[in-house]
């Protein structure tokens, strides 16, 4: 009779929420908020506030201070929108 290899099940792995998650969950509204009131258009502010996001994860990941996290992301938005202009 062979024997038959037995595989353990891994534990199903919990959600971890990375630390660019919980950012997006904080600043997206006050983001998207500056980006609206800069365009006066939603779409263009969902945009802008994606690639503001999408831009500034790398700078993001090195940086602790809430400040210049903000105004990582709020110059991103001044950039986009200005470019997009």
Same mark, same amino acid.
Do not use: C, H, W
């Given at each position: ?17 990375? &630390? ?5 969950? %904080? !600043? ?8 609206? $009131?800069?365009?006066? *258009?939603? &779409? ?5 506030? %994606? !690639? ?8 993001? $990941?090195?940086?602790? *201070? ?20």
């Amino acid at each position: 009779m062979p024997l038959r290899l037995i595989k353990k099940r891994k534990p199903p792995m919990k959600a971890k929420t990375s &630390r660019f998650d919980n950012l997006v969950a %904080r !600043y997206y509204p006050a983001v998207y908020s500056f980006a609206s $009131r800069l365009t006066d *258009d939603p &779409r263009e502010a969902v945009a802008l506030t %994606r !690639y503001a996001f999408k831009n500034t994860q790398k700078q993001i $990941r090195n940086r602790r *201070d809430e400040t210049a996290l903000a105004t990582i992301l709020i110059s991103a938005v001044i950039r986009a929108g200005l470019t997009a202009a």
